[in-house]
Nanobody, 122 residues
Framework: QVQLVESGGGLVQAGGSLRLSCEAS????????MGWYRQTPGNQRELVAN???????NGADSVKGRFSIARDNAKNMVWMQMNSLKPEDTAVYYC????????????????WGQGTQVTVSS
């Protein structure tokens, strides 16, 4: 199994910054995409930003210019720097990763972290 552990959420005033971190561990053969999604009560989980092994990034229009994502393939880690935070960024943020397990018969996995709360006060 592959597990994700997140850290870095919290409470911040509008205009402030937070940095989310996520580390993958377990039976990892490879990690393809890593990224962050967020969810507010009553709404579907939405993509915030993701990054491939090769460093190709994709992000929601609502965070472009404010959030940036990076990863360390050797450490199986991904970070997201969130600047100029707005109250509408308040949500539970989930780390995501997919790839192949490390075995003689690799299987595809897609896993989520436990979620970390980000609250931006006005």
């Amino acid at each position: 199994q592959v597990q994700l552990v997140e850290s870095g959420g919290g409470l911040v005033q509008a205009g402030g910054s937070l940095r989310l971190s996520c580390e993958a561990s377990g039976n990892i053969g490879s990690i393809d995409a890593m990224g962050w999604y967020r969810q507010t009560p009553g709404n579907q989980r939405e993509l915030v930003a993701n990054i491939t092994t090769g460093g190709v990034t994709n992000g929601a229009d609502s965070v472009k210019g404010r959030f940036s994502i990076a990863r360390d393939n050797a450490k199986n880690m991904v970070w997201m720097q969130m600047n100029s935070l707005k109250p509408e960024d308040t949500a539970v943020y989930y780390c995501y990763a997919d790839g192949l397990t490390d075995s003689t018969s690799p299987t595809w996995y897609a896993v989520w972290g436990q979620g970390t709360q980000v609250t931006v006060s006005s």
